[in-house]
C-alpha cells in the first residue's frame, strides 16, 4: 500500500491479496474466495467537504474518499475496499446445483427426485380439474 500526501490531501493506492469466506448463494455451502481488489484514492479532510467545483467534477473519476479529524482508520478504508470486491452472487462451483426448494437437500451431494414429482403432480391436479368439469 502507498501514501503520498500533498498538503491535505491524502493519495492511496495499492492492491490487496485476501481470502473470504462467504456462503455460496444457490447451496449455502461456505467457500473461500480469493480477492485481490486493487485500488487509488484520494483522502481529503471531512472539513472540505464543501470541494473546490473542480475537483467536484473530479469526483468520481478520483474516487474521493473523506477523512475526520487527524487519525486515519486506514483499516476501515480497506474494509470498504474489500467489501466492493465482494462478489454479489457467489457460487461455490459454477455449475453449482443449489439445494431442493422442496427437501433441502444439498443437490450436489444427494440427488432427490422432489422437482420431478412436483411437476408431475401438478399436471395431475390440473388435468383432474379439467376433467372434473366437463363431468359437472
Ligand atoms: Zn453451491
Ligand atoms: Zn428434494
Known amino acids: 500500500m502507498h501514501l503520498s500526501r500533498s498538503g491535505s490531501l ?4 495499492g492492491s490487496l491479496n485476501v481470502m473470504v469466506e ?5 447451496c449455502l ?12 484514492f484520494v ?4 472539513t472540505m467537504k464543501n470541494l473546490p467545483h473542480e475537483m467536484e467534477l473530479q469526483q468520481e473519476e478520483l474516487n474521493i ?6 487519525v486515519i482508520d486506514l483499516g476501515q478504508i480497506v474494509r470498504n475496499q474489500i467489501i466492493l470486491t465482494v462478489p454479489f452472487n457467489p457460487l461455490c ?7 431442493c426448494t422442496s427437501c433441502g437437500k444439498n443437490k450436489n451431494k ?8 412436483e411437476t408431475v403432480d401438478s399436471r395431475f391436479l390440473a388435468l383432474r380439474k ?3 368439469k366437463k363431468q359437472e
Open 10 to 13: 491524502i493519495s492511496v493506492s
Open 22 to 26: 462467504l456462503p455460496c448463494s444457490r
Open 29 to 40: 455451502e461456505k467457500n473461500s474466495y480469493p480477492l485481490d481488489p486493487e485500488f487509488e
Open 43 to 46: 483522502l481529503v479532510p471531512a
Open 65 to 70: 474518499d473523506f477523512y475526520d479529524g487527524e
Open 93 to 99: 462451483h459454477p455449475d453449482c446445483k443449489g439445494l
Open 110 to 117: 444427494e440427488s432427490c427426485e422432489c422437482l420431478e414429482k
Open 130 to 132: 379439467i376433467s372434473g
